[in-house]
T-cell receptor, first 110, second 111 residues
């Protein structure tokens, strides 16, 4: 069974800092990996999708990388802002099932 | 486009009652799915469907029932609610490229 781990569970940084969130998975046979943002009491918002054949994807201040062979992905957030405070989750897709990490709760301090 | 719409947003049930959580999407996605989110456990797949008339079980299907009569709708039925089913439920659909889109969630409390 696929296991997805996100470390750390919580992270607090001062505004303006660049930061990296980590996601690891145990089975490298994945179709893709997706990063989400979840605000308290809300649904999940898709941030970036990386197909298994890709190494990275970028959107604005966000950059996600994928190393399938080592079972790792990172989400890089540049010049963090208080509005970036949220929980960030990663998910891997294997056929018709998706497996989620428990997320990293990010707080950006003004 | 409204995206993925879930109703109700909040529901309180007594043990043994039944109810249906509704999910509708207007993106013509073939794949739809239901998850539950519990503290410290992440999202876990309950059931999914790859098209009208086709459903399959996920990781935690016990106590839940689904059907898919149209592309747009994928309701989740709780046949006899138990306190262990207190959770936040999310419906998601998948685009052709594999990207998942989520609804806003339904918060269920079973007393």
């Amino acid at each position: 069974k696929q296991e997805v781990t996100q470390i750390p569970a919580a992270l607090s940084v001062p505004e303006g800092e660049n930061l990296v969130l980590n996601c690891s998975f145990t089975d490298s046979a994945i179709y893709n990996l997706q990063w989400f943002r979840q605000d308290p009491g809300k649904g999940l918002t898709s941030l970036l999708l990386i197909q298994s054949s890709q190494r990275e994807q970028t959107s604005g201040r966000l950059n996600a990388s994928l190393d399938k062979s080592s079972g790792r992905s990172t989400l890089y957030i540049a010049a963090s802002q208080p509005g970036d405070s949220a929980t960030y989750l990663c998910a891997v897709r294997a056929a018709n099932q998706f497996y989620f990490g428990t997320g990293t709760s990010l707080t950006v301090i003004p | 486009n409204a995206g993925v719409t879930q109703t109700p947003k909040f529901q309180v049930l007594k043990t043994g009652q039944s109810m249906t959580l509704q999910c509708a999407q207007d993106m013509n996605h073939e794949y739809m799915s239901w998850y539950r989110q519990d503290p410290g456990m992440g999202l876990r797949l309950i059931h999914y469907s790859v098209g009208a008339g086709i459903t399959d079980q996920g990781e935690v299907p016990n106590g839940y029932n689904v059907s898919r009569s149209t592309t747009e709708d994928f309701p989740l039925r709780l046949l006899s609610a138990a306190p262990s089913q207190t959770s936040v439920y999310f419906c998601a659909s998948k685009w052709w490229n594999g990207e998942l889109f989520f609804g806003e969630g339904s918060r269920l409390t079973v007393l």
